[in-house]
């Protein structure tokens, strides 16, 4: 074997080596957490009735196409040039099971892009006042096809997290039509937070391990190893 061969093989270990302590790290992690809620699971009509979408918005309700499970489709019209807004579906009201997000840390949802194209999907969080807040982070990338599962730590400065008015999901990128899948929206309590956050920052390290092996020329001997801590993550 050669230096080039050498150094082709370190670089392939590292990648998979440092993927895989991520990945059980998180593993280790998970004992069942409480105090998480539902937001929405669509598995009754009544939430779709709670979810009030606004100009260029509409959601209905859809099937999960790999489980057959019910799950809301939200459609965000492309916005014309020169006009300014964000097509927004807000959950407010009786749809909210608590005004009181002071007990939750993050919230999460799975979301799967129907489009051929690159989309985007926003989060604000408000208060009963008016006021506005946007999680961390506040929008997500969602690439065409598989679904994903998005995790944003809530933050609440300058409004008051014990009377929560709505929860916005909108376009901020809108001038282009979108089209998503939405289900299992939750707030998820400190302990859930945190074990929800590596899980993400996990698949986060897999996937620029892909990126790597392919740069490296490593594809094909890496990717299945990739493939498998994917299943865990």
């Known amino acids: 074997m050669n230096w080039n061969d050498v150094k082709f093989a370190f670089s392939a270990f590292v990648i998979v080596a440092i993927t895989l302590l991520g990945v059980v790290e998180c593993a280790k992690a998970q004992s069942p957490p409480t105090g998480s809620i539902t937001l929405l699971d669509f598995e009754d009509d ?9 100009d260029r918005a509409s959601v209905e309700s859809a099937k999960d196409p790999a489980q057959e499970s019910r799950v ?14 964000y097509p927004s579906i807000v959950l407010k009201g009786k749809g909210l099971p ?14 799967r892009n129907e489009g051929p194209e690159v989309a985007e999907l926003s989060l604000s ?9 946007f999680p961390v982070p506040s929008t997500f990338v969602v690439e065409p096809g598989e679904w994903q599962q998005v995790v944003a730590r809530l933050a609440f400065s300058g409004m008051d997290a014990g009377d929560i008015g709505s929860v916005h999901f909108f376009q901020k990128v809108n001038r282009r039509p979108h089209t998503l899948l939405i289900d299992d929206v ?3 309590s400190p302990q859930a937070g945190r074990i929800a ?4 920052q996990a698949r986060g390290n ?3 391990a892909g990126a790597s092996a392919k740069a490296l020329g490593a594809q094909a001997q890496i990717e299945p190893n990739i493939a498998s801590l994917r299943q865990l993550s």
Do not use: C
């Open 46 to 54: 009544a939430q779709f009735d709670s979810l009030t979408p606004g």
């Open 98 to 111: 608590t005004s009181d997000f002071t007990r939750y840390e993050a919230i999460r949802l799975r979301v």
């Open 206 to 208: 897999l996937s620029r």
């Open 197 to 200: 956050t590596k899980i993400q």
């Open 72 to 85: 809301a489709r939200f459609a965000f019209e492309a916005v014309p040039p020169n006009v300014r807004a």
């Open 125 to 133: 969080v408000w208060d009963q006042k008016g006021h506005r807040s």
């Open 186 to 188: 939750q707030l998820l």
